[in-house]
């Protein structure tokens, strides 16, 4: 069973607005997930579930928020299974790296974990896309 999904992409926009994107909770809610996130260690977020995107209430703690590094624990409603997401930037010649790891995926039991496994994997290169549309559209950046 494969325990981590890792996901890295270069954005040809500055640090700083991938960082916004990513850590504001007005901003993830117009991209990703409607949520009241704050990147403050220590701070309890909820993902809020809606029926056009489908997806379950999705609660955690963030664990660190240091420039251009962001770790949280990710739990699926009903699930009690905590799951860990963490994302680091990095500038490049082109603008910004991002690379993202969700890891903790086996501590799911059985084939759920399996499931689980290809719901974020597929999640997550969506939620690259919608995150590069964003910034085209939202941003008016690249």
Same mark, same amino acid.
């Given at each position: 069973?494969?325990?981590?999904?890792?996901?890295?992409?270069?954005?040809?926009?500055?640090?700083?607005?991938?960082?916004?994107?990513?850590?504001?909770?007005?901003?993830?809610?117009?991209?990703?997930?409607?949520?009241?996130?704050?990147?403050?260690?220590?701070?309890?977020?909820?993902?809020?579930?809606?029926?056009?995107?489908?997806?379950?209430?999705?609660?955690?703690?963030?664990?660190?928020?240091?420039?251009?590094?962001?770790?949280?624990?990710?739990?699926?409603?009903?699930?009690?299974?905590?799951?860990?997401?963490?994302?680091? &930037?990095?500038?490049?010649?082109?603008?910004?790296?991002?690379?993202?790891?969700?890891?903790?995926?086996?501590?799911?039991?059985?084939?759920?974990?399996?499931?689980?496994?290809?719901?974020?994997?597929?999640?997550?290169?969506?939620?690259?896309?919608? &995150?590069?549309?964003? &910034?085209?559209?939202?941003?008016?950046?690249?």
């Amino acid at each position: 069973m494969k325990d981590l999904i890792t996901k890295e992409k270069v954005f040809n926009h500055p640090i700083d607005v991938i960082w916004n994107a990513i850590t504001k909770a007005e901003e993830l809610s117009t991209w990703f997930i409607k949520t009241n996130f704050k990147a403050e260690t220590g701070f309890q977020y909820t993902f809020f579930p809606t029926e056009e995107k489908g997806c379950e209430a999705i609660t955690g703690t963030i664990k660190s928020a240091d420039p251009y590094t962001l770790v949280y624990t990710w739990e699926v409603a009903d699930t009690n299974v905590e799951t860990t997401v963490s994302w680091t &930037l990095e500038t490049v010649p082109e603008g910004t790296k991002l690379h993202l790891e969700h890891s903790g995926i086996a501590n799911y039991k059985g084939e759920t974990a399996i499931a689980m496994f290809e719901s974020f994997n597929g999640g997550w290169d969506n939620c690259l896309t919608k &995150l590069l549309a964003y &910034l085209k559209e939202t941003i008016h950046a690249g």
